[in-house]
């Protein structure tokens, strides 16, 4: 005959197995197997910690699993169980409840996440080649909480040796230049603008490839530029 649930059970929350059961693991390797099972659910239960929860639902989420699994919900210790030989059920129904919160807890943390406002667009363009580049790009400022980035994309750059790609803003004829960052190696970065910087002042956006030469001007070898529009 072979263990009962109930006692594997209760042996892999940490209670001591009595002599019969103890005698029939060393011998049999389905309830060893068995054992083993129930002990890394316990373990794997045990490594929940507050940082493993994404977001606090609302009352309104726990309350629905409150009133779901509030009828079915028995508190029973573990010397009760073993002497009342009640089927494993109530162990598994414990682990079920809290799959539930848990899920709830980060359906609700990914809801929410996803329903976080993106960026306002308060100007876009698009970056044409220019200089015998190939590629071209977009542009566009973006409004998140009061700070204004400039987000710049141009995929399909080749890779500069000796330099990197320095992202510019400049007035519309390109008389005057500000550089605003660098272009991330693969051709998409969001960058903040500086404080104060009067963005309708420059509506020109242009990427050129910079060298290591100490000179903080503009290389005058641009790839692509652009026009940013309401």
Do not use: K
């Amino acid at each position: 005959m072979h263990c009962d649930d109930d006692d594997l059970a209760v042996i892999a929350l940490g209670e001591p197995a009595s002599p019969e059961v103890e005698s029939h693991l060393q011998q049999c390797a389905r309830c060893r197997s068995n054992l083993d099972q129930w002990s890394a659910v316990v373990a794997s239960a045990r490594t929940v910690s507050a940082d493993d929860h994404l977001i606090a639902p609302p009352p309104s989420v726990w309350d629905a699993i409150r009133d779901e699994v509030a009828p079915a919900a028995t508190v029973t210790s573990l010397d009760e169980a073993r002497r009342s030989r009640r089927p494993v059920g109530w162990l598994l129904g414990a682990a079920a409840g809290i799959g539930i919160v848990l899920g709830s807890v980060a359906t609700f943390g990914v809801v929410t996440s996803s329903t976080e406002p993106a960026p306002a667009i308060m100007a876009q363009g698009g970056l044409d080649p220019l200089d015998g580049a190939t590629v071209t790009g977009t542009a566009a400022l973006e409004d998140a909480d009061g700070e204004v980035h400039l987000h710049v994309t141009v995929p399909g750059l080749p890779a500069v040796e000796d330099g990197y790609y320095e992202v510019w803003m400049a007035t519309a004829d390109a008389s005057t230049m500000v550089a605003v960052g660098t272009l991330g190696p693969d051709g998409d970065s969001i960058l903040t603008l500086p404080a104060g910087m009067d963005v309708a002042d420059f509506p020109l956006v242009d990427v050129s490839v910079e060298h290591f030469d100490g000179d903080p001007g503009h290389s005058a070898q641009s790839v692509v530029r652009g026009l940013l529009e309401a």
